[in-house]
């Protein structure tokens, strides 16, 4: 039973009634919310919902070059159009197979989630979202084709809507190739920080200017034409086999960032987290123990996939 009361109050029931067998806090909605049946997750949305103003429609928008979006979400399908989803390669269906892109979404476009669910004010949202599916659904893109495909899945939204105010979002990167002594020492990786087609073309649009993505030789079209610049948010990327034993912070240190975040023209964003209490956490997690203390630099989980 949940139970809203003073200390005094409490102390009175125990006086009152002889078959309380624990008093303990509630539980974190943010983590209940997972747990609960569809049915009652649909109430929580529903409620979040009615107390939701979309961004007007001249406003900015984050664009996300993911893995897709599913539009229809309820507590998206109000900040983005049919008309603002894309898809890099016209043979892939626009529907998202994996979850990340929508999930991206969600993190765009509320922040903190959990806050707004369990706020009773209204939530005024200032920007939408555009989604260009940069990932198949299946297989991967081919490395020598990054670059291209990136300045395609640039030029969809811009040509769809040319005078919008963007920001591109890009939370997925690629493990870059170990030489034969990485294992020993992880600052070894084979060309750690040095440019790639994908950072280059990043380090091009960043700057202004326009990519032939027909050419997987990066070609400007646009040499003597007016910039454009655009900002990129890019994830620095993963550690990938982080032990609970390792020092997360030393790890860090001598972990390069994972192609395309080392473009010296796009805004590269590591990870931290506001979370470290396990209170509500799944049975499965009793005993853990958070890795990193709040606001600190953390390992950043496995983002996404090419």
């Known amino acids: 039973m949940l139970l809203h009361a003073t200390a005094d109050q409490l102390a009175s029931a125990f006086e009152a009634l002889d078959d309380i ?25 529903e409620d979040l919902r009615n107390r939701l ?3 007007d429609a001249n406003a900015p ?21 049919e008309s603002d989803l ?28 959990h806050g707004a669910i369990v706020s009773t004010q ?7 979202l555009e989604s260009v599916k940069f990932l198949p659904d299946h297989g991967d893109n081919d490395r020598d084709l990054y670059g291209a ?11 769809q809507s040319a005078d919008r105010t963007r920001v ?28 790639t087609s994908w950072s280059a073309t990043i380090d091009a649009l960043s700057f202004g200017r326009a990519i032939d993505d027909t050419d997987p030789k990066f070609t400007y079209l646009d040499r003597d034409e007016p910039r454009r610049p655009r900002l990129f948010v890019v994830s620095a990327g993963n550690i990938r ?31 931290y987290s506001e979370q470290d209490d396990m209170s509500g956490a799944p049975a499965d997690f009793a005993g853990y123990a958070p890795i990193a203390q709040r606001g600190e630099l953390a390992g950043q989980p496995y983002l996404g996939r090419l």
């Open 241 to 271: 086999d982080l032990a609970a034993t390792d020092d997360h912070l030393d790890r860090s240190d001598v972990e390069p960032v994972e192609d395309p975040a080392q473009a010296w023209n796009a805004l590269t964003v590591g990870a």
């Open 86 to 113: 894309h898809v890099a390669d016209p043979r892939w269906r626009v529907q998202p197979l994996h979850p990340h892109g929508t999930e991206m979404a969600g993190l765009a476009l509320y922040g903190d989630l």
């Open 61 to 81: 928008v984050v664009c996300l070059l993911d893995t897709g979006i599913q539009a229809g979400h309820p507590l998206l399908v109000d900040s983005i159009n």
């Open 168 to 195: 591109f979002m890009l939370a997925v990167t690629a493990p870059r190739p170990v030489s034969s002594t990485a294992e020993a020492d992880p600052a070894e990786h084979t060309d750690a920080g040095r440019p």
């Open 122 to 128: 209204p939530v005024r949202l200032r920007h939408g």
């Open 21 to 45: 067998v624990r008093v303990e806090g509630p539980h974190d909605v943010a983590n209940l919310l997972a747990e609960l049946p569809a049915m009652e997750q649909a109430d929580w949305v």
């Open 53 to 55: 103003r979309a961004a």
């Open 149 to 159: 495909m990136i300045a395609r899945s640039v030029d969809l939204p811009e040509i």
